[in-house]
């Protein structure tokens, strides 16, 4: 059943991506809201039909030896180590509805936030988490085991693609803990299509693969979200 569904999803989406660009220029981190210290470097984004995006990514199987969260360095300081402000306070900014003020030591006050996730709006800095899209214990399992340091701490404060760390409620980002889509998708119904496509568009920049179960889960949501498209941008 999955087989037929897997095959028939790329099929329908092999025939829509025929008729889309491949690739577009795009500043690397470029969405609505981002922060004026975001990179200005262009870079050249990739966009695919939602399934034919989950059929880019490789199968392998995950192995959680060694793992330990220290060895994602985070947060770091950021885009703008001038600025005070660190990957976690920067993120907050970027992503905000309603400005907060910044004060001295990149202390937040005011302001406004959409957990989209859980469709809540949050008024409080300190009450909401920035979540890692893809967790980084499935980082780990999913081929980061094998990377420097460097690029371990790269990862864990990416802000090259708006996607790869988002601001929700911490009790959100704590039911999902590290589990991929297979195990916790968002209670939001809105927040379905979105979310995934942007697990997918996060495994693609960073080379990361699936499990069999996880794969068979990108290929449902997917067949449910015609139109969507994945978008990202290859990690340097």
Not at 51 to 60: C, R
Not at 84 to 93: D, F, K, Q, W
Not at 146 to 175: F, I, K, M, P
Request: glycine residues 6%.
């Amino acid at each position: 059943m999955i087989t037929r569904l897997k095959r028939a999803v790329l099929a329908a989406a092999v025939c829509t991506a025929a008729v889309l660009p491949l690739t577009l220029a795009a500043p690397a981190g470029a969405a609505p809201g981002a922060s004026s210290s975001a990179p200005t470097t262009a870079a050249l984004a990739e966009s695919t039909p939602f399934a034919a995006a989950v059929a880019l990514l490789p199968v392998g199987v995950e192995d959680r030896t060694g793992y330990d969260r220290d060895k994602f360095r985070h947060w770091n300081t950021g885009l703008d180590p001038a600025d005070g402000c660190n990957t976690r306070a920067e993120v907050l900014i970027a992503e905000a509805v309603e400005a907060p003020a910044i004060g001295a030591r990149c202390a937040l006050t005011g302001g406004s936030w959409w957990s989209y996730y859980d469709e809540q709006t949050v008024t409080s800095a300190g009450t909401l988490d920035i979540d890692h899209m893809v967790p980084l214990a499935e980082a780990w399992d999913s081929g980061a085991d094998g990377w420097t340091a460097a690029r371990r701490e790269a990862y864990a404060n990416d802000q090259g693609q708006a996607s790869s760390l988002v601001a929700v409620t911490a009790r959100s980002n704590r039911s999902k803990s590290d589990q991929d889509p297979a195990e916790w998708l968002p209670p939001a119904e809105s927040a379905l299509c979105r979310y995934v496509s942007e697990w997918t568009a996060t495994k693609l920049r960073w080379d990361l693969t699936v499990d069999e179960n996880e794969q068979d889960r990108l290929f449902l949501v997917a067949a449910g979200c015609t139109g969507t498209t994945v978008t990202w941008e290859t990690a340097p």
